[in-house]
C-alpha cells in the first residue's frame, strides 16, 4: 500500500484518503437536510449539478468535533461519490511506513507523520458506513 494521499484534519485527529479518491477539495457549503437520513449523513450538496450526500466523518470516526467543518473532499470509490466535510486540508504526498495493523475497520493503515498518527481512510468502508447509518 503505497501512492500519494491526502491528509486532513477532522478535530484533533489527522486522517488521510488515497488521493486516487479524491476528486476535488472545495469549500463547505451549507448542505440541504434530508429527513430521515442518519445522522452521520447531516444532508445533502449541489456540486455543479450533482447531488453529493454529505458524510460527517467527526460523527463517523467518533472524533471530538471542535470546530465545524470548512472543506469537502469530494470523493469517489469507484461506485458512488461522495463528499467528506473535514476541518483542514493538510498536505498532499506520500506516505511511508505504513502500518496495516488497526482496530478500525474504517481504516487501511496507519502511519507517523511529522509525530501525528494519521489514519489512511478505506473509501468504501467509509461510504458503506456512512449510508447504513
Known sequence: M???YVRVRVGQEHYAPPI??????VKLQAPTPVPGAPETLPGVINRRGQVLALV????LLGTIADSQPTRLLVVDDGRRCAGLAVDEVLDVGPM?????????????ATALIDGEVVGVLETERILDAAASG
Do not use: C, K, N, P
Open 96 to 108: 511511508q511506513e505504513l502500518s496495516v495493523a488497526t482496530e478500525s475497520d474504517l481504516l487501511a
Open 2 to 4: 503505497s501512492g500519494a
Open 20 to 25: 486516487a479518491d479524491v476528486l476535488e477539495v
Open 56 to 59: 460527517d466523518l467527526s460523527l
